[in-house]
């Protein structure tokens, strides 16, 4: 008896630890909002010359060969990685996953306003309960239910009500929020098997090799003009943000963390990364303070509350 208290003690740690991890997750990837901005700010006229396509593969591309310089660099396991077959199996499912999320997301938003895309992308949370009870086979609660609810509603709607007209930006973005579920399905999945550090080197790498690809075949013979975007005045500061801190530090923690926490209750707490971006944004006079910021983010907050207090509340109990 002692002992499983015990067990169940250590348990309860490591999920608070991953809550507050995954949380810093958020907050990261809330600031790559302002980077990405930033950075296609500073290539709009290369945009409209060789296309959105292979310039955003570009810097999907650039920013993860960022991260995983840095962790080959940093990191012993990183780099015995490369050797290990099945960590690359591990890294080439995760990468091919994020790298799809990634390239639909930006080519949908291409013609879709970012508040639609908000709200489109926040259904990876709706996805991530569906996916998790149809493959997994884990429950998922009643309040988890309602979190995810309040979690998508918030995402959705703290820029304002999207205006959807289901076009190909629209079905594009919904079948990004199905990858980045699939993202956090099989995240759970392979990190509990494999180490968190050397299949987060893989996956950059495939990530890295993956944008070239997609650069090449849609940039034809002005790919190189398109990769060279990289080296822009205004784009080199932001992209390394998004490689040390967007790709490295948030995706190593959520590799590190996310599997001691449900799928579900992993996605509804990404689903705050739109709460932090707006705070940014207002901070920096990027977007103005309406009712819809209270509306969607005091949403996002008690649908996470709600679902980490019953966690907390059945594991007493237990």
């Known amino acids: 008896m002692h002992y499983e208290r015990k067990r169940q003690h250590m348990e309860a740690s490591m999920r608070r630890k991953a809550t507050w991890g995954l949380l810093a997750v958020t907050v990261a990837w809330g600031a790559t909002f302002i980077w990405m901005k930033q950075a296609m700010d500073a290539i709009q006229p290369e945009i409209e010359t060789y296309g959105r396509t292979p310039v955003v593969a570009a810097l999907v591309g650039g920013r993860f060969l960022i991260a995983f310089i840095a962790l080959f660099i940093i990191s012993k396991e990183a780099r015995t990685a490369l050797f290990n077959l099945e960590l690359w199996k591990g890294g080439l499912i995760l990468g091919a996953i994020l790298l799809a999320g990634f390239i639909t997301q930006m080519i949908g938003l291409d013609s879709i306003t970012p508040s639609t895309s908000a709200f489109l992308t926040s259904l990876y949370v709706v996805f991530t309960a569906l996916i998790t009870t149809k493959i997994t086979g884990q429950r998922v609660t009643r309040t988890m239910i309602l979190g995810v609810a309040l979690a998508t509603f918030g995402a959705g709607f703290i820029e304002g009500p999207p205006h959807l007209s289901w076009g190909w930006g629209e079905i594009l973005t919904v079948i990004c929020a199905v990858f980045f579920a699939l993202h956090i399905i099989y995240t759970q999945q392979i990190t509990q098997r494999m180490?968190?550090?050397?299949?987060?080197?893989?996956?950059?790498?495939?990530?890295?090799?993956?944008?070239?690809?997609v650069a090449f075949l849609s940039g034809g013979k002005s790919t190189f003009d398109a990769l060279s975007v990289v080296n822009n005045e205004g784009v080199i500061i932001p992209l390394l943000c998004l490689g040390l801190i967007g790709s490295l530090f948030a995706l190593l923690l959520l590799n590190s963390l996310q599997r001691f926490l449900h799928p579900v209750q992993a996605a509804i707490i990404y689903a705050l990364e739109p709460v932090w971006a707006t705070i940014f944004a207002l901070g920096l006079d990027m977007t103005q303070w309406t009712g819809w910021i209270a509306v969607g983010g005091g949403a996002l907050l008690v649908g996470n509350l709600m679902v980490e207090l019953r966690q907390t509340t059945a594991i007493e109990e237990e």
């Open 195 to 213: 180490s968190p550090v050397g299949v987060t080197s893989t996956s950059f790498l495939v990530v890295t090799i993956g944008s070239l690809v």
